[in-house]
């Protein structure tokens, strides 16, 4: 499924490649309408490849595209996922869970309450919604390695400085240096003792249907749109409609996990 969707980067790539066929017809004809061409080739696949997820549901408005992947599809809002099933539509739509504060930091009576307002409200929604957490652990060895790299480095001028004729620098120097070295090592031993980090996303979503498909979509936006406020003031956190790719990209993680090295797709 991921192969039939049209992400950014492929969007970009393609322009890209039509630029260098115009480069290549520049260097061949030494055409200045070729060359103007290639210029504003260049300027759209940069501005695609940088703010896409915004271009190209505007341009999918506007001209009234319908994507399809499969029995879905998504309209030209981008915003919901559509799929008729016998003489009904389904439309699904998604929204990013972005806690600002975590359990850990409030009191237990502030987490009974804060649980106890939570289900009150979700209890108090007459459709059905799904809230996700994908979690993934943090490899930190890069992270270390850096902190090692940067303890070596600083040992390395220390040494070197203590080698040195005595000078009005040098104390500083070497004070600075050892406070670096001390950093580091306490950097690297909470590493080792702590608790392992894990990387979370939440999502949540819901689904509305009806005989009409334009019905259908609207009802999944105003769920959707309910269900920000619910959430968003019983937890006192942000809630963001996704649209475009992210949305897509919750759409497929209903069906596949991603690995752990492609989850930098966590940052929206």
């Known amino acids: 499924m991921h192969g039939e969707l049209v992400t ?7 322009v890209v490649a039509v630029q260098v066929v115009l480069l290549a017809a520049i260097i061949f004809t030494g055409n200045e309408a070729v060359a103007i061409a290639a ?3 260049f300027v759209i696949a940069a501005a695609v490849w940088r703010f896409g997820f915004l271009i190209k549901p505007a341009i999918a408005k506007s001209a009234h595209v319908i994507e399809g992947f499969g029995k879905y599809e998504v309209p030209d809002s981008q915003d919901v996922v559509v799929k008729k099933e016998g003489n009904k539509y389904y439309a699904s739509a998604y929204l990013l869970v972005r806690y600002t504060q975590s359990s850990t930091e409030k009191t237990a009576e502030q987490i009974a309450i804060s649980r106890q307002s939570y289900e009150r409200a979700l209890s108090s929604l007459n459709y059905v919604y799904k809230i996700s957490n994908m979690v993934c652990p943090v490899d930190l060895t890069p992270y270390v390695d850096k902190i090692k790299e940067k303890r070596s480095n600083a040992e390395t ?3 070197e400085l203590a080698s040195l004729p005595a000078s009005s620098n040098q104390g ?7 406070r670096e070295i001390e950093s580091c090592e306490s ?4 590493i080792q003792s702590g608790e392992r980090p894990m990387r979370v996303l939440n999502y949540a979503m819901t689904c509305a249907s009806s005989h ?3 019905d259908a979509i609207a009802r999944a936006r105003q769920q959707a749109a309910e269900l920000k406020t619910v959430i968003g003031s019983t937890l006192d956190t942000e809630i963001i409609v996704l649209a475009g790719d992210d949305m897509k990209r919750c759409f497929e993680w209903e069906y596949m996990l991603p690995e752990r090295g492609e989850t930098e797709e966590f940052t929206y």
């Open 39 to 41: 210029v504003i080739s």
């Open 8 to 14: 950014n980067k492929r969007f970009a790539a393609a």
């Open 157 to 159: 001028k220390l040494s």
């Open 212 to 214: 009409s498909k334009d």
């Open 187 to 190: 950097q690297l031993e909470r």
């Open 172 to 178: 500083g120097e070497m004070a600075r240096l050892k």
